[in-house]
Protein backbone atom coordinates (compact mmCIF):
# COMPACT_ATOMS: atom_id res chain seq x y z
CA UNK A 1 0.00 0.00 0.00
CA UNK A 2 0.92 3.54 -0.68
CA UNK A 3 1.31 7.02 0.89
CA UNK A 4 -1.67 8.74 1.11
CA UNK A 5 -4.45 6.03 0.62
CA UNK A 6 -7.47 6.30 2.26
CA UNK A 7 -9.34 2.96 3.11
CA UNK A 8 -13.38 3.80 3.19
CA UNK A 9 -15.47 2.15 6.01
CA UNK A 10 -16.67 -1.64 5.65
CA UNK A 11 -14.17 -2.62 2.78
CA UNK A 12 -12.65 -5.72 1.80
CA UNK A 13 -9.25 -6.18 0.58
CA UNK A 14 -8.50 -9.62 -0.41
CA UNK A 15 -4.51 -11.50 -0.75
CA UNK A 16 -2.39 -9.73 -3.08
CA UNK A 17 -3.42 -6.71 -4.01
CA UNK A 18 -1.47 -3.94 -4.75
CA UNK A 19 -2.52 -0.33 -3.79
CA UNK A 20 -0.81 2.55 -5.31
CA UNK A 21 -0.02 6.34 -3.32
CA UNK A 22 -3.02 8.83 -3.41
CA UNK A 23 -5.65 6.52 -3.60
CA UNK A 24 -8.96 6.51 -2.16
CA UNK A 25 -11.13 3.30 -2.28
CA UNK A 26 -15.11 4.02 -1.28
CA UNK A 27 -16.83 3.01 1.61
CA UNK A 28 -18.16 -0.94 1.64
CA UNK A 29 -15.93 -1.72 -1.68
CA UNK A 30 -14.48 -5.25 -2.43
CA UNK A 31 -11.49 -5.13 -3.77
CA UNK A 32 -10.67 -8.84 -5.82
CA UNK A 33 -7.50 -10.62 -4.89
CA UNK A 34 -4.62 -9.56 -7.20
CA UNK A 35 -6.26 -6.49 -7.74
CA UNK A 36 -3.46 -3.77 -8.52
CA UNK A 37 -5.12 -0.04 -8.20
CA UNK A 38 -2.40 2.74 -9.94
CA UNK A 39 -1.24 5.79 -8.35
CA UNK A 40 -4.04 8.98 -8.09
CA UNK A 41 -6.92 6.89 -8.30
CA UNK A 42 -10.55 6.05 -6.93
CA UNK A 43 -11.69 2.57 -6.70
CA UNK A 44 -15.30 1.54 -5.59
CA UNK A 45 -17.86 -1.10 -6.05
CA UNK A 46 -18.23 -4.83 -5.09
CA UNK A 47 -16.04 -5.67 -6.86
CA UNK A 48 -14.44 -2.83 -6.98
CA UNK A 49 -13.71 -0.66 -10.23
CA UNK A 50 -11.86 2.39 -11.23
CA UNK A 51 -14.24 5.17 -11.32
CA UNK A 52 -11.74 8.10 -11.58
CA UNK A 53 -8.43 10.28 -10.91
CA UNK A 54 -7.39 12.39 -7.77
CA UNK A 55 -5.40 15.10 -7.95
CA UNK A 56 -2.09 15.27 -6.94
CA UNK A 57 -2.79 18.11 -4.53
CA UNK A 58 -4.66 15.12 -2.84
CA UNK A 59 -1.40 14.22 -0.83
CA UNK A 60 -1.42 17.39 0.73
CA UNK A 61 -5.06 17.22 2.15
CA UNK A 62 -4.94 13.46 3.35
CA UNK A 63 -1.54 14.23 5.23
CA UNK A 64 -3.66 17.16 7.24
CA UNK A 65 -6.20 14.63 7.49
CA UNK A 66 -4.26 12.18 9.17
CA UNK A 67 -2.26 15.40 11.54
CA UNK A 68 -5.31 16.02 12.87
CA UNK A 69 -6.66 12.72 13.34
CA UNK A 70 -3.90 11.37 15.32
CA UNK A 71 -3.93 14.87 17.25
CA UNK A 72 -6.94 14.17 18.46
CA UNK A 73 -6.54 10.46 19.18
CA UNK A 74 -6.98 9.59 22.54
CA UNK A 75 -5.53 5.95 23.44
CA UNK A 76 -6.66 3.79 26.45
CA UNK A 77 -5.45 1.34 28.10
CA UNK A 78 -7.08 -2.05 28.92
CA UNK A 79 -5.65 -3.46 32.28
CA UNK A 80 -5.81 -6.95 32.80
CA UNK A 81 -5.77 -8.05 36.72
Known amino acids: MGNYTYIGSDCIVSDRCEIGSNVKILDGSYIPCDTKIP ?22 IMSEFCNNYYKNLIITQNVIK
Open 39 to 60: DNSVFGGRPAKYLGELTEGNDM
